[in-house]
């Protein structure tokens, strides 16, 4: 399809609308139009920074009277660089980003351009977080859409499993809330479906007390990247056995050259595991206690701090604009095959910042099944993902070269699918696989609220039938 536009056209759209509009002849456009990840290049035909629910209706009629692709940008971290494309309305939530805390109800309500730093600051004040991710600088909206994978997964379960309500602008700018009881076939189709539905305005989570009022117990603990075999076989026997107050994600990494990490460690090629305990301090010694008991750490980094904190630590090493190169898949089990292949690769890593996670999505969140919501992984294993990552974009090549072979010789020990907030522009096959059995029924859902599929920029599910 192609579309021409004017400056004039957008121009009637700047009336109408009380954030604002802007196009390339605007200074703000390349700051405008810049993704987390620096990879990405995208001119949209114009960018609206909605201030409320209001311009968002204005900015999906207005493109479809135009006939333009509509991109929806929330903290703008998608692996893909989906909250941006080439000659779309781009519909930026980035300027929405106030939150309510409801301390006696234990709930937050979050607008869409929050991040999960304005989220936590605004719960964790009253001792308590919602489910989310294990970085705060990651846009609330596109988390929360395609599942949510956190710290407090195994205890509270995803990010959607604690999702109340939301408020949708629909591909006919209708706007409806959608709850158990309120559209409940669109609320299941938004807890793991992406921004394949609606345009959600406004989130309602449940939250939990975590900690001692908001303390926890967490930070890393890294071995020697030659002692991995070693740590993964013992994490993957360890981990069904740890109470669900206690987290921890594994990694293969290289100690970055900065503090806290003592000097003498920095650049050392590592395996880490970042563990979090959120239960009552009293027991924090004997639940650690095996942690702190095994092998032969280079450094045990684990410390009593604001849940905030951990939530931010990892958010100074990566700033925005780095190139990133992204593959991911789910495991059933780590297995010795699958070490093998790590070490492989762990001793590649091609640059400082490139890594490789495996993240649990065990506990409270496997006991929901898998058709419970839209997200269908439960099956008790991990999320893994590998990126190649380098500020340097003459380093490109040999991160995204790096991640694809290792991701091609590991695929084989998967479960198959992956987590589509991970998936890049990965095709439909790997859609579907990371759908699983969900994947028609999510497509009737869609038929019924975006037949014409007006919010395709994404990872697509098609309208059924169409
Ligand atoms: C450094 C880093 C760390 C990460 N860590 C984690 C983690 O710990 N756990 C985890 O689960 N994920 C993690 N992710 C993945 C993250 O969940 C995805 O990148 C997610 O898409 C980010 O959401 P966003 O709003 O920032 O993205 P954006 O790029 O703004 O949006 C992504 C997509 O979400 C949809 N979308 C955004 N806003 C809306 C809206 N208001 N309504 C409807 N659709 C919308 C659109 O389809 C859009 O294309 C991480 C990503 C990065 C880059």
Redesign the pocket.
């Known amino acids: 399809m192609t579309v021409t536009y004017s400056n004039t056209m957008f121009e009637e759209l700047a009336q109408t609308v009380r954030g604002d509009v802007i196009t390339a002849a605007d200074p703000r456009y390349d700051e405008a139009r810049a993704?987390?990840n620096g990879m990405i290049n995208k001119r949209p035909a114009v960018i609206v920074r909605c201030a409320d629910t209001a311009d968002v209706v204005d900015a999906v009629r207005f493109a479809r009277a135009h006939q333009l692709e509509i991109?929806?940008?929330?903290?703008?971290?998608?692996?893909g660089?989906?909250?941006v494309w080439n000659d779309a309305l781009v519909v930026d939530?980035s300027a929405m980003r106030s939150t309510t805390v409801d301390p006696d109800a234990h709930t937050v309500r979050v607008d869409?351009g929050c991040t999960w730093g304005d989220v936590d600051h605004a719960t964790v004040a009253f001792g308590m977080a919602t489910p989310s991710?294990?970085?705060a600088s990651?846009?609330?909206?596109?988390?929360t859409?395609?599942?949510?994978?956190?710290y407090l997964a195994r205890r509270f379960g995803l990010t959607v499993d604690n999702l109340l309500s939301a408020d949708v602008v629909l591909a006919d700018g209708q706007l409806v809330t959608a709850s158990e009881s309120s559209h409940p076939d669109l609320f299941w189709a938004l807890r793991g479906g992406?921004?394949n539905f609606?345009?959600?305005t406004s989130f309602t989570f449940r939250c939990h007390d975590i900690g001692e009022h908001g303390m926890i117990i967490g930070g890393p603990v890294l071995y020697d990247l030659a002692d991995a075999p070693e740590v993964m076989r013992w994490y993957r026997e360890l981990l069904p056995s740890l109470p669900e107050e206690l987290n921890g994600w594994i990694a293969l990494l290289t100690i970055p050259p900065a503090p806290p990490f003592p000097e003498e460690l920095w650049g050392r090629k590592a395996c880490g595991i970042v563990w979090c305990y959120t239960g009552p301090h009293a027991q924090a010694e004997q639940v650690l206690a095996p942690i702190k008991s095994f092998g032969n750490p280079l450094l045990v980094g684990l410390h009593e701090m604001p849940f905030t904190a951990l939530q931010g630590a990892f958010d100074p090493l990566?700033p925005a604009g780095l190139q990133?190169y992204w593959r991911a898949d789910f495991f059933n089990e780590i297995s010795d095959a699958a070490i093998d292949v790590h070490m492989k690769y762990g001793e590649m890593l091609p640059t400082g910042h490139s890594t490789m996670h495996l993240y649990p999505i065990d506990g409270a969140a496997s006991r929901v099944p898998e058709q419970g919501t839209a997200f269908a992984y439960r099956d008790g294993g991990f999320a893994g993902v590998i990126v190649g990552v380098d500020p340097d974009p003459a380093n490109a090549a040999a991160i995204s070269d790096w991640t694809r072979d290792y991701w091609t010789e590991l695929h084989p020990h998967s479960a198959g699918g992956a987590?589509i907030?991970?998936l890049m522009e990965e095709g439909q096959d790997r859609v579907r696989a990371s759908y699983r059995s969900n994947y028609d029924r999510l497509a009737q859902v869609k038929r019924r609220y975006d037949p014409d599929n007006v919010f395709h920029?994404?990872q697509n599910i098609r309208p059924a039938g169409g």
């Not at 859409?145 to 956190?150: K, R, S, V």
């Open positions: 993704v987390y991109a929806v940008r929330g903290g703008g971290h998608n692996a660089g989906l909250g939530m869409p991710g294990f970085i990651t846009g609330v909206a596109g988390l859409l395609g599942g949510g994978i956190g992406g921004g609606g345009i959600v990566y990133w987590y907030n991970f920029i994404n």
